[in-house]
């Protein structure tokens, strides 16, 4: 629907507003409009917005896509979106960083024994959601690191979104909204200087060429190490032009251009040794069950460890009003995505820490035995058609939205591995030392190459029965062929013996083709006892393909991306309410849901073959508050439980348990901030993660969880005149020390930051 009308809300009566909350949460907001060629501006204004007496606004009501045709308010689905006032206030820079605003989701996950989570390993509700993320509703492959600096809002949409995007994580999806031109000049940016020496700079230029044309530039380069952390680095350019024609005409086109180059030392934690839980590996050595933990400061790489990332995008959209009700939309897109990956990691199993001279730790060693790489390259070209239209009738009303998708989807990677029996020297327990060499690093001849086509149409609508009900029904259709081959070394894990040829001889792999159908729906009804206010029922589906996350296939029976299985499938029925209150400003938000998680992969324990008969279920409660309580007074919050657990098949966490690992049963963000008219803006956040239960497998010693934690953060800006404001952000302001993420095995885990400040000068024009 081209033209969309605000509305005042009546605050609800006490009953009706209690009934609401008792149903409980999802996180979302509102923006009035008139125009589509409004709502497309409206994304850009945020970020450049000056007000000299009010305080920002963390709320927004409007979604991106054109595939929901009604705020927030009135959407049955828990969503929440995460503003561009909120992520600079908070001096967020990363994907990762911002989205510690939503309750329950982060990166928990420090990876499979000697590799280590790349990017944006981020974990929903239970489940790793790094291959549900999308910029302006296109999916964004690859494990890499994501900026914010050319980017509007973030979309976080929770429950099976398959009916939206196609496959996706059981559990949601995120969505990056980029930054467009708008009608207006505008000149803002920043410049940074923390803890650990980090340097970041960004630029934002809106120009207009003629009333309905427009340029826009944003520019980003960061030079920084992390706070807590030796040797590890963070270094990246971007920059990000981008044309619009037709502003405020039926028709509009924007041309986008993205590129982002970094050149990054990853993180690969340090050992568990010492921290709570922690056993001795070996029962010779019972002294190491009193061993002092290290300092987290430590860093086991090498000084050659590198993350090396080059990132490009071009996407042209088309929006077309045929009427004020009838709107066409085009989205096309080419992006590629190359990663060249190495990180020096290690185990600390009994054979590999050794301890000479037991009662002298600064004798105590661990090999460093594990050299990790990647050489990836992601490629997706896609074209994107939507119709929406709003047609009233004589007693139902419909908002419309029906698209087709064409896309094609790349990953290629070629192995690479410590060449001659070249290694490294064992870095010491308590005083590791990353200026070490000696490694000879080559292609072993191990590739692989997938290739997704994807085709789907889907169909939205709205049906709206006067004032009081709407029912919001969707459905998807997908149909995907992957071509899927690669070469292999011989003798390795799941990998053809070599006979009489010599080992890690590279042989053919999987040489396979696989397709399918996709369907997916969702079905939601929402009843308003009020204007202000709405209760929904909501049901969903969505289905994820083997090598859905990655591309890539195995023929391991014990895979769940073994091309002769069929798609990991989620339901999920959710239970909520969400309330306009005081006066508009404030909204609040609670849901109940229940995510169930089917066709997973289950051993029999007579015949030791693999059927997909397991399911995990994830349930709980999320309420959330975003806007205002004053004119001045901003907050967002969100509290979250998940109760995950495995219902059917082989426990998944180490200590025996049901849970579903790295899923803290409770969280909780918030972040709020009071502005004076003077310009003086003050405020603060509190994060609770509940403790994390690891992943199972044959480690010894290590812990199987980690501890909950609490950690606040401050904010301090001033003005100094109409264009210059200086920012000071404080983060952990009570040095809580805490385990940010681990491993599958705990022997290795992911520091939290500790006490750290970034002072930062924002100029806008």
């Known amino acids: 629907m081209a033209f969309i009308t605000s509305r005042k809300h009546a605050l609800p009566t006490t009953a009706a507003l209690l009934t609401g909350l008792a149903l409980a949460p999802s996180l979302v907001m509102a923006t009035d409009v008139e125009t589509t060629a409004q709502v497309s501006q409206a994304r850009s204004l945020p970020g450049l ?32 979106v995460i503003g561009r006032d909120l992520i600079e206030q908070q001096g967020a820079t990363t994907l990762t960083e911002a989205l510690r605003n939503s309750p329950g989701v982060g990166t928990f996950y420090a990876g499979e024994n000697g ?27 690859g494990s890499y690191s994501r900026d914010v600096f050319n980017l509007e ?60 044309a427009a340029f826009r530039l944003d520019v980003l380069g960061q030079d920084s190490g992390v706070p807590g952390r030796d040797d590890v680095r963070n270094k990246r350019w971007g920059v990000a032009p981008s044309l619009a024609f037709g502003l405020k005409t039926a028709t509009r086109v924007y041309l986008d251009a993205l590129h982002v180059t970094q050149h990054n030392r990853p993180d690969g934690g340090v050992p568990t040794i010492g921290l709570p839980g922690y056993g001795t590996p070996d029962p010779t050595r019972p002294f190491l069950d009193d061993a002092a933990p290290v300092d987290p400061s430590n860093f086991y790489g090498t000084l050659g460890d590198h993350d090396d990332v080059r990132s490009d995008m071009l996407t042209a959209i088309v929006q077309h009003d045929f009427s004020p009700d009838v709107t066409l939309q085009n989205t096309a897109r080419w992006a ?92 010491n327990l308590y005083a590791p030392d990353a200026d070490v060499g000696g490694l000879l690093v080559g292609r072993t001849g191990a590739r692989s190459r997938g290739v997704t086509r994807t085709a789907a149409v889907y169909a939205f609508d709205t049906l709206s029965f006067g004032e009081r009900w709407k029912i919001n029904a969707g459905a998807r259709f997908d149909h995907y062929t992957t071509d899927f081959e690669s070469t292999v070394l011989c003798g390795a894990r799941n990998a053809p013996a070599c006979g009489n040829l010599p080992a890690a001889t590279p042989v053919t792999g999987l040489d396979t083709r696989t397709s399918g159908n996709l369907p997916n729906y969702k079905l939601g009804v929402l009843y308003k006892p009020a204007a202000n206010g709405s209760i929904y029922v909501n049901v969903a589906q969505s289905q994820e393909p083997p090598g859905g996350n990655t591309l890539t296939l195995s023929s391991a029976a014990n895979s769940a991306d073994n091309p002769s299985l069929d798609p990991q499938k989620a339901r999920t029925v959710e239970v909520g309410s969400k309330w306009d209150v005081l006066a508009g400003k404030l909204l609040l938000t609670g849901a109940l849901y229940r995510t169930t998680v089917s066709n997973e992969l289950v051993q029999d324990p007579v015949d030791q073959q693999y059927y997909q008969i397991g399911r995990k279920r994830v349930q709980g409660v999320e309420l959330g508050a975003v806007g205002r309580l004053t004119e001045h007074w901003a907050i967002s919050a969100g509290f979250t439980t998940m109760d995950a657990t495995v219902l059917k098949g082989a426990v998944v966490s180490s200590d025996g348990s049901r849970d579903l690992a790295y899923t803290p049963k409770q969280a909780f963000t918030s972040w709020t ?36 934690y609490w950690v606040f953060d401050a904010v301090a800006s001033l003005p100094v005149n109409q264009h210059l404001s200086v920012q000071l952000n404080l983060y952990n302001l009570f040095d809580k020390r805490y385990v940010a993420a681990i491993n599958k095995s705990g022997y290795r885990y992911t520091p939290g930051t500790p006490r750290s400040a970034m002072l930062t000068a924002n100029f806008r024009f």
């Open 49 to 80: 917005k000056v007000e000299a007496n009010r305080g920002p606004d963390y709320r927004v009501d409007e979604l991106s896509s054109p595939k929901y045709t009604q705020p927030l308010l009135d959407t049955a689905q828990t969503v929440q």
């Open 115 to 141: 590799t280590t989570t790349t990017g944006d390993g981020i974990t929903m509700r239970g489940f790793d959601t790094s291959g549900s993320i999308f910029v302006d509703g296109v999916r964004d492959l």
């Open 153 to 212: 809002q973030i979309e976080v949409t929770k429950g099976p979104d398959g009916t939206t995007y196609g496959r996706t994580a059981p559990t949601g999806a995120i969505n990056l909204v980029s930054k467009q031109p708008m009608a207006s000049d505008a000149l803002s940016g920043s410049i940074a200087y923390g803890s650990a020496t980090q340097r970041r700079a960004t630029a934002d230029w809106n120009e207009t060429l003629s009333p309905t």
């Open 336 to 427: 590629r995505t190359h990663q060249d990956y190495q990180l020096i990691s290690y185990r600390t199993t009994a054979a590999n820490l050794l301890t000479p001279e037991p009662s002298d730790p600064t004798t105590w060693t661990i090999t460093r035995d594990l050299p990790t790489f990647k050489d990836q390259t992601n490629r997706i070209l896609t074209n994107q058609t939507n119709l929406r239209v709003h047609a009233e009738g004589r007693h139902v009303d419909h908002d419309l939205s029906l698209g087709v998708e064409l896309t094609r989807e790349e990953a290629g990677a070629i192995g690479q591995a410590a060449l001659g029996g070249s290694k490294l020297p064992a870095a």
């Open 673 to 708: 901030t009071y502005r004076w008219t003077s310009g003086l803006t003050l405020g603060g956040g509190a994060r609770y993660v509940g403790g994390l239960k690891r992943g199972t497998d044959g480690a010894i010693g290590t812990p199987t969880s980690t501890e909950a």
